[in-house]
Protein backbone atom coordinates (compact mmCIF):
# COMPACT_ATOMS: atom_id res chain seq x y z
CA UNK A 1 0.00 0.00 0.00
CA UNK A 2 1.22 3.21 -1.07
CA UNK A 3 1.19 5.80 1.88
CA UNK A 4 0.49 9.56 1.73
CA UNK A 5 2.66 12.41 2.72
CA UNK A 6 -0.10 12.82 5.39
CA UNK A 7 0.10 9.43 5.82
CA UNK A 8 3.38 9.38 6.64
CA UNK A 9 3.04 12.44 8.88
CA UNK A 10 0.84 10.76 11.10
CA UNK A 11 3.13 7.93 11.92
CA UNK A 12 6.49 9.88 11.75
CA UNK A 13 5.54 13.28 13.40
CA UNK A 14 3.67 12.36 16.39
CA UNK A 15 5.83 13.68 18.54
CA UNK A 16 5.78 17.24 18.35
CA UNK A 17 6.60 19.39 20.95
CA UNK A 18 4.65 20.16 23.77
CA UNK A 19 4.97 23.75 25.21
CA UNK A 20 6.09 23.52 28.87
CA UNK A 21 3.60 22.66 29.32
CA UNK A 22 -1.29 57.50 46.59
CA UNK A 23 -4.89 58.32 45.47
CA UNK A 24 -5.54 58.71 41.57
CA UNK A 25 -8.21 60.57 40.98
CA UNK A 26 -9.43 60.90 36.86
CA UNK A 27 -6.14 60.79 35.38
CA UNK A 28 -3.33 62.22 37.35
CA UNK A 29 -1.76 60.77 40.44
CA UNK A 30 -0.99 62.00 43.74
CA UNK A 31 1.52 60.87 46.13
CA UNK A 32 0.14 58.43 48.85
CA UNK A 33 1.63 56.41 51.55
CA UNK A 34 3.61 53.58 50.66
CA UNK A 35 5.51 51.95 53.70
CA UNK A 36 8.97 50.50 52.06
CA UNK A 37 8.97 46.75 53.29
CA UNK A 38 10.18 44.99 50.26
CA UNK A 39 12.06 42.20 52.00
CA UNK A 40 13.55 40.03 48.83
CA UNK A 41 16.31 40.68 46.39
CA UNK A 42 16.39 39.26 42.75
CA UNK A 43 18.84 36.30 43.77
CA UNK A 44 16.41 35.36 46.64
CA UNK A 45 13.24 35.30 44.77
CA UNK A 46 14.99 34.38 41.27
CA UNK A 47 14.72 29.89 41.20
CA UNK A 48 13.08 29.71 44.42
CA UNK A 49 10.25 27.00 44.91
CA UNK A 50 7.88 26.17 47.15
CA UNK A 51 9.13 27.76 50.43
CA UNK A 52 9.27 31.61 48.91
CA UNK A 53 7.54 33.60 51.44
CA UNK A 54 8.35 37.55 50.78
CA UNK A 55 7.20 41.26 50.26
CA UNK A 56 7.61 43.14 47.34
CA UNK A 57 6.77 46.43 46.64
CA UNK A 58 5.15 45.66 43.13
CA UNK A 59 3.89 42.47 42.18
CA UNK A 60 2.75 41.71 38.95
CA UNK A 61 0.68 38.53 37.97
CA UNK A 62 1.22 37.63 34.76
CA UNK A 63 4.34 37.33 32.48
CA UNK A 64 2.29 38.00 28.88
CA UNK A 65 2.68 40.89 27.01
CA UNK A 66 1.15 43.14 29.87
CA UNK A 67 2.61 41.61 32.55
CA UNK A 68 5.90 41.78 31.27
CA UNK A 69 5.89 45.32 29.41
CA UNK A 70 4.86 46.94 33.16
CA UNK A 71 7.58 44.83 34.66
CA UNK A 72 10.44 46.02 32.19
CA UNK A 73 9.31 49.51 31.84
CA UNK A 74 9.04 49.99 35.88
CA UNK A 75 12.68 48.74 36.00
CA UNK A 76 13.27 51.58 33.37
CA UNK A 77 12.35 53.97 35.51
CA UNK A 78 13.67 53.39 38.84
CA UNK A 79 16.34 50.33 38.40
CA UNK A 80 16.13 49.73 42.41
CA UNK A 81 12.45 49.28 42.46
CA UNK A 82 11.43 45.88 44.08
CA UNK A 83 9.67 44.23 41.51
CA UNK A 84 7.77 40.42 41.37
CA UNK A 85 6.36 38.79 38.56
CA UNK A 86 4.06 35.87 39.05
CA UNK A 87 4.03 33.60 36.22
CA UNK A 88 3.00 30.07 36.20
CA UNK A 89 4.51 28.84 32.49
CA UNK A 90 8.28 28.62 32.45
CA UNK A 91 8.54 30.34 28.43
CA UNK A 92 6.68 32.78 27.05
CA UNK A 93 4.59 32.01 24.16
CA UNK A 94 3.31 34.25 21.67
CA UNK A 95 -0.39 34.17 20.55
CA UNK A 96 0.35 37.27 17.71
CA UNK A 97 1.45 36.02 14.51
CA UNK A 98 0.91 32.36 15.71
CA UNK A 99 -1.76 31.80 13.04
CA UNK A 100 1.21 32.11 10.81
CA UNK A 101 2.46 28.94 12.02
CA UNK A 102 -0.60 27.34 11.58
CA UNK A 103 -0.26 28.39 7.17
CA UNK A 104 3.13 27.15 7.16
CA UNK A 105 4.48 30.55 6.30
CA UNK A 106 7.99 31.08 5.83
CA UNK A 107 9.89 30.66 8.60
CA UNK A 108 7.39 30.67 11.05
CA UNK A 109 7.89 27.59 13.17
CA UNK A 110 6.71 26.99 16.74
CA UNK A 111 10.30 28.31 17.57
CA UNK A 112 9.40 31.78 16.33
CA UNK A 113 6.89 31.89 18.71
CA UNK A 114 9.03 30.76 22.13
CA UNK A 115 10.71 32.69 24.31
CA UNK A 116 12.64 32.60 27.56
CA UNK A 117 12.01 35.02 30.14
CA UNK A 118 16.00 34.61 31.32
CA UNK A 119 16.97 37.46 29.61
CA UNK A 120 14.51 40.24 30.61
CA UNK A 121 14.99 38.77 34.33
CA UNK A 122 18.69 39.13 33.93
CA UNK A 123 18.48 42.66 32.16
CA UNK A 124 16.26 44.09 34.04
CA UNK A 125 16.64 42.68 37.15
CA UNK A 126 13.30 42.07 38.67
CA UNK A 127 12.19 39.07 40.73
CA UNK A 128 10.90 36.17 39.46
CA UNK A 129 8.77 33.39 40.75
CA UNK A 130 6.96 30.59 38.74
CA UNK A 131 3.89 29.51 40.07
CA UNK A 132 0.00 29.35 39.74
CA UNK A 133 -1.77 32.09 41.44
CA UNK A 134 -4.30 30.47 43.66
CA UNK A 135 -6.09 33.08 45.61
CA UNK A 136 -5.90 37.04 46.68
CA UNK A 137 -6.62 38.39 50.07
CA UNK A 138 -6.73 42.63 49.06
CA UNK A 139 -7.11 43.37 52.90
CA UNK A 140 -3.80 41.51 53.86
CA UNK A 141 -2.28 42.46 50.27
CA UNK A 142 -0.79 38.29 50.35
CA UNK A 143 -1.29 36.68 46.87
CA UNK A 144 -1.54 32.66 47.28
CA UNK A 145 0.33 30.66 44.36
CA UNK A 146 1.60 27.05 44.19
CA UNK A 147 5.00 27.62 45.19
CA UNK A 148 4.08 30.54 48.02
CA UNK A 149 2.64 33.33 49.45
CA UNK A 150 4.26 36.90 49.06
CA UNK A 151 3.05 40.48 50.15
CA UNK A 152 2.85 43.53 48.05
CA UNK A 153 1.94 47.33 48.12
CA UNK A 154 1.15 47.67 44.75
CA UNK A 155 -0.69 44.67 42.76
CA UNK A 156 -1.00 45.03 38.90
CA UNK A 157 -3.20 42.38 37.25
CA UNK A 158 -2.22 40.74 33.50
CA UNK A 159 -3.65 37.43 33.94
CA UNK A 160 -5.43 37.45 30.46
CA UNK A 161 -8.25 35.72 29.51
CA UNK A 162 -10.16 31.85 30.52
CA UNK A 163 -12.76 30.00 28.72
CA UNK A 164 -16.29 29.73 29.81
CA UNK A 165 -17.57 26.56 28.03
CA UNK A 166 -19.44 26.02 31.35
CA UNK A 167 -21.84 29.04 30.39
CA UNK A 168 -22.19 27.77 26.59
CA UNK A 169 -22.87 24.13 27.39
CA UNK A 170 -24.18 23.99 30.61
CA UNK A 171 -24.96 20.23 29.72
CA UNK A 172 -21.79 19.11 29.16
CA UNK A 173 -19.45 17.54 32.07
CA UNK A 174 -16.45 18.23 33.01
CA UNK A 175 -15.42 14.94 31.67
CA UNK A 176 -16.45 16.37 27.70
CA UNK A 177 -15.17 19.62 28.81
CA UNK A 178 -11.79 18.46 29.40
CA UNK A 179 -12.13 15.94 26.18
CA UNK A 180 -13.61 18.40 23.87
CA UNK A 181 -10.49 21.02 24.84
CA UNK A 182 -8.25 18.31 24.15
CA UNK A 183 -8.80 17.33 20.56
CA UNK A 184 -10.21 20.67 19.68
CA UNK A 185 -8.63 23.44 21.43
CA UNK A 186 -9.47 26.98 21.47
CA UNK A 187 -6.26 28.41 20.69
CA UNK A 188 -6.32 31.27 22.29
CA UNK A 189 -4.21 30.70 25.14
CA UNK A 190 -0.55 30.73 24.94
CA UNK A 191 1.08 26.69 24.67
CA UNK A 192 -0.11 23.36 23.84
CA UNK A 193 -3.30 24.12 22.65
CA UNK A 194 -2.06 25.91 19.48
CA UNK A 195 0.60 22.65 18.76
CA UNK A 196 -2.30 20.41 18.95
CA UNK A 197 -4.76 22.64 16.38
CA UNK A 198 -1.65 22.24 14.32
CA UNK A 199 -1.04 18.73 14.73
CA UNK A 200 -4.75 18.07 13.92
CA UNK A 201 -4.26 20.11 10.74
CA UNK A 202 -1.41 18.10 10.00
CA UNK A 203 -3.18 14.74 10.08
CA UNK A 204 -6.15 15.37 8.43
CA UNK A 205 -7.91 13.90 5.60
CA UNK A 206 -9.78 15.88 2.79
CA UNK A 207 -12.68 17.00 4.63
CA UNK A 208 -13.90 20.37 6.50
CA UNK A 209 -12.12 22.51 8.59
CA UNK A 210 -14.69 24.31 11.01
CA UNK A 211 -13.62 27.29 13.58
CA UNK A 212 -16.29 28.77 15.83
CA UNK A 213 -16.60 32.80 16.95
CA UNK A 214 -17.99 33.32 20.29
CA UNK A 215 -20.53 35.40 20.86
CA UNK A 216 -19.40 38.53 23.60
CA UNK A 217 -16.00 39.98 23.88
CA UNK A 218 -13.39 37.82 23.39
CA UNK A 219 -9.60 38.24 22.42
CA UNK A 220 -8.34 39.17 19.76
CA UNK A 221 -11.54 39.65 17.82
CA UNK A 222 -9.85 39.12 14.32
CA UNK A 223 -8.16 36.08 15.06
CA UNK A 224 -10.41 33.67 14.02
CA UNK A 225 -10.83 35.07 10.41
CA UNK A 226 -7.11 35.51 10.22
CA UNK A 227 -7.05 31.70 11.58
CA UNK A 228 -9.47 30.51 8.68
CA UNK A 229 -7.23 32.07 5.94
CA UNK A 230 -4.32 31.08 7.36
CA UNK A 231 -5.67 27.26 7.18
CA UNK A 232 -7.50 27.96 3.77
CA UNK A 233 -3.45 28.90 2.58
CA UNK A 234 -2.16 25.35 4.25
CA UNK A 235 -5.46 23.23 3.01
CA UNK A 236 -4.08 24.66 -0.54
CA UNK A 237 -0.58 24.32 -0.22
CA UNK A 238 -1.61 20.40 0.65
CA UNK A 239 -3.91 20.44 -1.92
CA UNK A 240 -6.60 18.78 0.73
CA UNK A 241 -9.96 19.22 -0.87
CA UNK A 242 -12.36 20.72 1.86
CA UNK A 243 -13.48 24.03 2.78
CA UNK A 244 -13.11 25.82 5.67
CA UNK A 245 -16.26 26.70 7.56
CA UNK A 246 -16.58 29.97 10.10
CA UNK A 247 -19.48 29.74 12.42
CA UNK A 248 -20.41 32.29 13.95
CA UNK A 249 -23.27 33.57 16.92
CA UNK A 250 -23.42 37.20 15.57
CA UNK A 251 -23.84 38.44 11.83
CA UNK A 252 -20.44 39.78 11.45
CA UNK A 253 -16.69 39.31 12.56
CA UNK A 254 -14.15 42.08 12.65
CA UNK A 255 -12.81 43.44 9.77
CA UNK A 256 -15.61 41.27 7.53
CA UNK A 257 -14.98 43.57 4.62
CA UNK A 258 -11.38 43.07 4.29
CA UNK A 259 -11.62 39.63 4.90
CA UNK A 260 -14.30 38.69 2.67
CA UNK A 261 -12.37 41.05 -0.21
CA UNK A 262 -9.10 38.52 0.33
CA UNK A 263 -10.95 35.20 0.39
CA UNK A 264 -13.05 36.06 -2.62
CA UNK A 265 -9.59 36.85 -4.50
CA UNK A 266 -7.01 34.37 -2.74
CA UNK A 267 -9.61 31.15 -2.04
CA UNK A 268 -12.75 31.39 -4.30
CA UNK A 269 -15.51 30.03 -2.22
CA UNK A 270 -13.05 28.13 -0.10
CA UNK A 271 -14.27 29.97 3.35
CA UNK A 272 -17.35 29.45 4.36
CA UNK A 273 -18.99 31.95 6.43
CA UNK A 274 -22.45 30.57 8.43
CA UNK A 275 -23.81 33.98 10.55
CA UNK A 276 -26.39 34.00 13.57
CA UNK A 277 -25.70 30.32 14.50
CA UNK A 278 -25.37 28.89 18.10
CA UNK A 279 -22.83 26.13 18.84
CA UNK A 280 -25.10 23.61 21.20
CA UNK A 281 -23.02 19.88 20.94
CA UNK A 282 -20.28 18.36 19.49
CA UNK A 283 -19.48 14.80 18.73
CA UNK A 284 -16.36 13.93 19.29
CA UNK A 285 -16.26 10.40 17.92
CA UNK A 286 -18.39 10.75 14.57
CA UNK A 287 -17.17 14.44 14.21
CA UNK A 288 -20.30 16.11 14.06
CA UNK A 289 -21.16 19.46 15.13
CA UNK A 290 -24.20 20.75 16.27
CA UNK A 291 -25.74 24.30 15.70
CA UNK A 292 -28.94 26.30 15.73
CA UNK A 293 -29.12 28.67 12.94
CA UNK A 294 -31.63 31.73 13.20
CA UNK A 295 -32.60 33.39 9.95
CA UNK A 296 -34.72 36.44 8.94
CA UNK A 297 -35.28 39.26 11.15
CA UNK A 298 -39.05 38.80 12.22
CA UNK A 299 -39.35 42.46 10.59
CA UNK A 300 -42.52 43.86 8.17
CA UNK A 301 -40.93 45.92 5.02
CA UNK A 302 -43.41 47.17 2.47
CA UNK A 303 -44.80 43.89 0.93
CA UNK A 304 -44.13 41.18 3.18
CA UNK A 305 -43.23 40.00 6.95
CA UNK A 306 -40.12 37.97 7.38
CA UNK A 307 -40.70 35.25 9.20
CA UNK A 308 -37.40 34.61 11.70
CA UNK A 309 -36.92 31.21 12.78
CA UNK A 310 -34.31 29.36 14.37
CA UNK A 311 -32.92 25.48 12.54
CA UNK A 312 -31.07 23.12 14.21
CA UNK A 313 -28.68 21.86 11.67
CA UNK A 314 -24.98 19.47 11.96
CA UNK A 315 -21.88 20.38 9.90
CA UNK A 316 -19.24 16.80 9.17
CA UNK A 317 -16.00 18.34 10.35
CA UNK A 318 -12.83 16.81 10.17
CA UNK A 319 -10.87 19.83 12.14
CA UNK A 320 -12.67 21.53 14.45
CA UNK A 321 -11.34 24.53 16.25
CA UNK A 322 -13.74 25.61 18.65
CA UNK A 323 -13.56 28.62 20.44
CA UNK A 324 -15.95 28.81 23.43
CA UNK A 325 -16.85 31.99 25.18
CA UNK A 326 -14.11 34.03 26.79
CA UNK A 327 -14.11 35.20 30.43
CA UNK A 328 -11.74 37.13 32.55
CA UNK A 329 -8.72 34.72 33.87
CA UNK A 330 -10.35 33.70 36.74
CA UNK A 331 -7.26 35.62 38.79
CA UNK A 332 -9.54 38.64 38.47
CA UNK A 333 -12.27 36.86 40.08
CA UNK A 334 -9.86 35.93 42.90
CA UNK A 335 -9.21 39.61 42.92
CA UNK A 336 -12.58 40.43 44.33
CA UNK A 337 -12.73 43.32 41.91
CA UNK A 338 -15.48 45.16 40.58
CA UNK A 339 -16.23 43.66 36.78
CA UNK A 340 -18.32 45.12 33.91
CA UNK A 341 -21.48 42.35 34.11
CA UNK A 342 -21.39 41.06 30.32
CA UNK A 343 -20.09 37.56 30.02
CA UNK A 344 -16.37 38.38 29.76
CA UNK A 345 -16.16 40.66 33.02
CA UNK A 346 -13.87 43.39 32.40
CA UNK A 347 -12.49 44.91 35.54
CA UNK A 348 -13.67 48.70 35.94
CA UNK A 349 -11.31 50.93 35.74
CA UNK A 350 -10.72 54.15 37.39
CA UNK A 351 -11.55 56.89 35.63
CA UNK A 352 -8.89 56.92 32.27
CA UNK A 353 -6.03 55.21 34.26
CA UNK A 354 -5.28 51.97 34.96
CA UNK A 355 -6.06 51.84 38.87
CA UNK A 356 -8.48 50.00 39.62
CA UNK A 357 -12.05 50.96 40.53
CA UNK A 358 -12.10 49.25 43.44
CA UNK A 359 -9.10 49.39 44.67
CA UNK A 360 -6.03 52.22 44.60
CA UNK A 361 -3.56 50.08 45.56
CA UNK A 362 -4.44 47.54 42.61
CA UNK A 363 -4.16 47.84 38.15
CA UNK A 364 -4.72 46.27 35.81
CA UNK A 365 -3.59 45.98 31.96
CA UNK A 366 -4.27 43.51 28.87
CA UNK A 367 -7.54 42.10 27.71
CA UNK A 368 -9.06 42.19 31.25
CA UNK A 369 -9.50 45.82 31.05
CA UNK A 370 -12.57 47.79 31.22
CA UNK A 371 -11.88 50.66 28.89
CA UNK A 372 -13.30 50.57 25.69
CA UNK A 373 -9.88 49.39 23.75
CA UNK A 374 -9.71 46.44 21.76
CA UNK A 375 -7.90 43.59 23.41
CA UNK A 376 -4.68 42.84 21.21
CA UNK A 377 -1.25 42.55 22.08
CA UNK A 378 0.06 45.71 20.82
CA UNK A 379 -3.20 47.70 23.31
CA UNK A 380 -1.59 45.80 26.51
CA UNK A 381 2.01 46.51 25.26
CA UNK A 382 0.54 50.50 25.20
CA UNK A 383 -1.38 50.27 28.52
CA UNK A 384 1.40 48.43 30.06
CA UNK A 385 3.79 51.43 29.61
CA UNK A 386 1.23 54.12 30.75
CA UNK A 387 0.66 51.28 34.01
CA UNK A 388 4.58 51.81 34.06
CA UNK A 389 4.22 55.64 34.41
CA UNK A 390 1.64 56.10 36.67
CA UNK A 391 3.15 53.33 39.38
CA UNK A 392 6.09 54.54 39.20
CA UNK A 393 5.15 58.45 39.42
CA UNK A 394 3.05 57.56 42.39
CA UNK A 395 5.98 56.06 43.89
CA UNK A 396 7.96 59.11 43.35
CA UNK A 397 5.64 61.30 44.99
CA UNK A 398 4.57 63.09 41.54
CA UNK A 399 1.88 63.15 38.80
CA UNK A 400 1.39 61.43 35.68
CA UNK A 401 -1.11 62.77 33.19
CA UNK A 402 -2.37 59.79 30.67
CA UNK A 403 -1.36 61.79 26.78
CA UNK A 404 -5.16 60.33 26.00
CA UNK A 405 -6.11 62.94 28.53
CA UNK A 406 -4.38 65.84 26.50
CA UNK A 407 -5.08 64.88 23.13
CA UNK A 408 -6.21 61.13 21.33
CA UNK A 409 -3.75 58.87 20.43
CA UNK A 410 -3.07 58.28 16.87
CA UNK A 411 -2.83 54.45 16.36
CA UNK A 412 -3.10 53.41 19.73
CA UNK A 413 -3.85 50.07 18.16
CA UNK A 414 -2.61 48.73 15.27
CA UNK A 415 -3.64 44.94 14.73
CA UNK A 416 -2.03 42.97 11.46
CA UNK A 417 -3.86 39.85 10.15
CA UNK A 418 -2.22 38.04 7.68
CA UNK A 419 -4.47 36.72 4.90
CA UNK A 420 -2.68 35.36 1.85
CA UNK A 421 0.80 33.57 1.35
CA UNK A 422 2.89 33.71 -1.81
CA UNK A 423 2.96 36.54 -1.70
CA UNK A 424 2.13 37.33 1.56
CA UNK A 425 -0.47 39.66 1.69
CA UNK A 426 -2.38 41.05 4.93
CA UNK A 427 -4.82 43.17 6.31
CA UNK A 428 -4.75 45.83 9.07
CA UNK A 429 -7.17 47.78 11.59
CA UNK A 430 -5.73 50.88 13.53
CA UNK A 431 -7.40 52.58 16.41
CA UNK A 432 -6.89 55.65 17.69
CA UNK A 433 -7.52 56.26 21.17
CA UNK A 434 -9.27 58.61 23.56
CA UNK A 435 -10.94 59.85 26.24
CA UNK A 436 -14.67 60.30 26.66
CA UNK A 437 -14.98 61.41 30.52
CA UNK A 438 -15.28 58.16 32.00
CA UNK A 439 -13.00 55.83 29.52
CA UNK A 440 -10.68 55.47 27.47
CA UNK A 441 -12.15 54.11 23.69
CA UNK A 442 -11.15 53.39 20.41
CA UNK A 443 -11.89 54.42 17.22
CA UNK A 444 -11.38 51.60 14.74
CA UNK A 445 -10.69 52.52 10.84
CA UNK A 446 -9.46 49.89 8.31
CA UNK A 447 -7.41 50.91 5.87
CA UNK A 448 -7.23 50.15 2.11
CA UNK A 449 -4.00 50.39 0.03
CA UNK A 450 -3.31 52.97 -3.15
CA UNK A 451 -4.76 49.93 -5.03
CA UNK A 452 -8.05 50.10 -3.68
CA UNK A 453 -7.60 46.61 -1.81
CA UNK A 454 -7.13 46.21 1.84
CA UNK A 455 -4.66 43.46 1.15
CA UNK A 456 -1.25 44.31 1.09
CA UNK A 457 2.19 43.12 0.34
CA UNK A 458 3.42 45.92 2.52
CA UNK A 459 0.78 45.39 5.50
CA UNK A 460 2.46 41.79 5.22
CA UNK A 461 6.38 43.04 5.53
CA UNK A 462 4.90 45.44 8.29
CA UNK A 463 3.29 42.86 9.84
CA UNK A 464 6.99 40.89 10.39
CA UNK A 465 8.31 43.99 11.33
CA UNK A 466 5.82 44.78 14.12
CA UNK A 467 5.98 41.18 15.53
CA UNK A 468 9.90 41.25 15.86
CA UNK A 469 9.53 45.02 17.53
CA UNK A 470 7.62 43.73 19.87
CA UNK A 471 8.82 41.01 21.18
CA UNK A 472 12.45 42.97 20.78
CA UNK A 473 10.97 45.31 23.08
CA UNK A 474 9.78 42.46 25.73
CA UNK A 475 12.69 39.67 25.48
CA UNK A 476 15.42 42.26 24.58
C1 LIG B 1 -4.36 33.63 17.56
C2 LIG B 1 -4.13 35.00 18.15
C3 LIG B 1 -3.60 35.99 17.35
C4 LIG B 1 -3.37 37.25 17.89
N1 LIG B 1 -2.84 38.21 17.09
C5 LIG B 1 -2.60 39.44 17.59
C6 LIG B 1 -2.02 40.43 16.75
O1 LIG B 1 -1.74 40.21 15.58
N2 LIG B 1 -1.79 41.65 17.30
C7 LIG B 1 -2.08 41.94 18.58
O2 LIG B 1 -1.84 43.07 19.02
N3 LIG B 1 -2.65 41.00 19.41
C8 LIG B 1 -2.92 39.77 18.94
N4 LIG B 1 -3.46 38.81 19.76
C9 LIG B 1 -3.94 39.18 21.12
C10 LIG B 1 -2.87 39.11 22.21
O3 LIG B 1 -2.27 37.84 22.25
C11 LIG B 1 -3.50 39.41 23.58
O4 LIG B 1 -4.37 40.50 23.47
C12 LIG B 1 -2.42 39.70 24.61
O5 LIG B 1 -1.62 38.56 24.79
C13 LIG B 1 -3.03 40.13 25.95
O6 LIG B 1 -2.02 40.30 26.90
P1 LIG B 1 -2.29 39.94 28.44
O7 LIG B 1 -1.08 40.36 29.19
O8 LIG B 1 -3.62 40.45 28.85
O9 LIG B 1 -2.45 38.35 28.44
P2 LIG B 1 -1.37 37.23 28.13
O10 LIG B 1 -0.38 37.71 27.15
O11 LIG B 1 -2.14 35.99 27.80
O12 LIG B 1 -0.64 37.00 29.50
C14 LIG B 1 -1.28 36.46 30.62
C15 LIG B 1 -0.24 35.70 31.44
O13 LIG B 1 -0.77 35.44 32.74
C16 LIG B 1 -0.40 34.12 33.10
N5 LIG B 1 -1.37 33.63 34.08
C17 LIG B 1 -2.70 33.47 33.90
N6 LIG B 1 -3.26 32.97 35.03
C18 LIG B 1 -2.26 32.83 35.92
C19 LIG B 1 -2.21 32.34 37.28
N7 LIG B 1 -3.31 31.91 37.90
N8 LIG B 1 -1.01 32.32 37.89
C20 LIG B 1 0.12 32.75 37.25
N9 LIG B 1 0.13 33.21 35.98
C21 LIG B 1 -1.04 33.25 35.33
C22 LIG B 1 -0.46 33.36 31.78
O14 LIG B 1 0.29 32.17 31.83
C23 LIG B 1 0.11 34.37 30.80
O15 LIG B 1 1.51 34.26 30.66
C24 LIG B 1 -3.70 37.53 19.26
C25 LIG B 1 -4.25 36.51 20.04
C26 LIG B 1 -4.48 35.26 19.50
C27 LIG B 1 -5.06 34.19 20.37
Redesign the pocket.
Known sequence: MEMNRRDALKFGAVGAATVAAATMTGCSTKAGEMASSATSSAASAVGLGADLIGKHKVVI???????MTVANNLKKKDKDMDILV????DT?MS?????TYIGKLEGMTLGSFIFDYAQPIQKHGYNWLQ???MAIDRSAKVVT?SSGAVGYDILVL????GYNYEAQFPTWSPEKIAHIKRVAPA????GSEHVILERNLNNMEDGDVVITIPSGKF??PP?PA??ASMVATFMQKEEIEGKVILIAEGAGFAKKPAFIESWEALYGDKIVFIPNSKVTDVDPDTKVLTYAQTTGTGKKDEDDFEIMKTETKTHKYEVLNLIPLNKA???IGMAGLEVTKDTFGKVKMNGCSFQTKTDEDVYA????VGHGIP??????NWAGKQCAEEISARLKGGSYELPVKKAPVKAG?V???MVGDMPETAIMVTHDFSWNGSAIMGKGNVPKGPNGLYRQTGTAKALRDWYRGLMADMFS
Open positions: IGGGIGGIEKNFCPVSNGEVTSPGIALIPRCAERSDVVGDVPSGQTANCYS
